[in-house]
């Protein structure tokens, strides 16, 4: 049987839930710090949250990061994958995420644009990316599972 295409799999992914995924590196310190910090303050008092997570190397990731426009085998960013096909990287996904923390989904307008310009953000972005085994280390595995947020995960389809 054919595995399917990244097309379906986008599908499947909003399919019955419209919150945006967080594509983030699965095996580097750093980011996955930065989903359980997402988990404490992403609407903590509803399991649900505003976000979906799924490891940048999954099915998943590799599907959306192609909906995006990037290459399936990209692990240099962060992405913030949104059901209406927009996708957002670097300073710009962090941004829009900690905007809608603790708060309703509803992103500012495209114009948004931060304290920074997005240039001047994503050479700080990109030097810690860049960076970021060296600084942070990494895993062998993926984030480990915890059943308390398991819809919060994507898992491959």
Same mark, same amino acid.
């Given at each position: 049987?054919?595995?399917?295409?990244?097309?379906?799999?986008?599908?499947?992914?909003?399919?019955?839930?419209?919150?945006?995924?967080?594509?983030?590196?699965? &095996? +580097? *310190?750093?980011?996955?710090?930065?989903?359980?910090?997402?988990?404490?303050?992403?609407? @903590?008092?509803?399991? !649900?949250?505003?976000?979906?997570?799924?490891?940048?190397?999954?099915?998943?990731?590799?599907?959306?990061?192609?909906?995006?426009?990037?290459?399936?085998?990209?692990?240099?960013?962060?992405?913030?994958?949104?059901?209406?096909?927009?996708?957002?990287?670097?300073?710009?996904?962090?941004?829009?995420?900690?905007? &809608? +923390? *603790?708060?309703?989904?509803?992103?500012?307008?495209?114009?948004?644009?931060?304290?920074? @310009?997005?240039?001047? !953000?994503?050479?700080?972005?990109?030097?810690?990316?860049?960076?970021?085994?060296?600084?942070?280390?990494?895993?062998?595995?993926?984030?480990?599972?915890?059943?308390?947020?398991?819809?919060?995960?994507?898992?491959?389809?």
């Amino acid at each position: 049987m054919a595995s399917p295409s990244w097309q379906e799999i986008v599908r499947k992914v909003f399919e019955k839930d419209s919150r945006p995924v967080i594509l983030y590196d699965g &095996v +580097c *310190n750093l980011c996955n710090g930065g989903v359980n910090f997402m988990l404490d303050w992403d609407n @903590p008092t509803q399991l !649900r949250g505003n976000f979906r997570f799924a490891a940048l190397q999954s099915e998943v990731g590799r599907a959306l990061l192609q909906r995006g426009g990037r290459r399936p085998d990209d692990i240099s960013s962060i992405v913030l994958a949104c059901e209406d096909g927009k996708t957002y990287v670097k300073s710009e996904a962090i941004l829009r995420i900690g905007k &809608v +923390c *603790n708060q309703p989904v509803r992103f500012p307008s495209d114009s948004f644009p931060g304290p920074w @310009p997005r240039n001047v !953000r994503d050479v700080f972005y990109d030097f810690v990316a860049d960076n970021r085994y060296n600084f942070f280390g990494i895993s062998d595995e993926c984030r480990l599972s915890d059943e308390r947020f398991d819809n919060r995960f994507v898992s491959d389809l």
